[in-house]
């Protein structure tokens, strides 16, 4: 059975900088393409990032945030720059067993972590 568990959150001012991780177990770690997602209260989860082998970006945070992956620890990560109050959200970090690359559709993905808080002061 496919786990992901997210840590790394927290409070943080608004131009600091925070890195998520999500550990993962259960499969070939490495032929999975990978994603982070955010949802903000009252609005829906939207799409951050996703890598299989290069990283791709919502516009929103391109240039401040930073996917990458670990094969070896079975990990992928979110270093997250510049943080602004909108980044206030529970992020999420999904598998996808299905397609070989990542996708910015929440139906792209199998399986799904329990979502770490980050909470951003202006």
């Known amino acids: 059975q496919v786990q992901l568990v997210e840590s790394g959150g927290g409070l943080v001012q608004a131009g600091g900088s925070l890195r998520l991780s999500c550990a993962a177990s259960?499969?070939?770690?490495?032929?999975?393409?990978l994603g982070w997602f955010r949802q903000a209260p009252g609005k829906e989860r939207e799409f951050v990032a996703g890598?299989?082998?290069?990283?791709d970006y919502a516009d929103s945070v391109k240039g401040r945030f930073t996917i990458s992956r670990d094969n070896a620890k079975n990990t992928v990560y979110l270093q997250m720059d510049s943080l602004k109050p909108e980044g206030t959200a529970v992020y999420y970090c999904?598998?996808?067993?299905?397609?070989?690359?990542?996708?910015?559709?929440?139906?792209?993905?199998?399986?799904w972590g329990q979502g770490a808080q980050v909470t951003v002061s202006s």
């Open positions: 259960g499969g070939t770690f490495d032929s999975w393409a």
């Open positions: 999904p598998a996808s067993l299905r397609y070989l690359e990542p996708g910015r559709r929440s139906d792209h993905y199998d399986y």
């Open positions: 890598i299989r082998w290069r990283g």
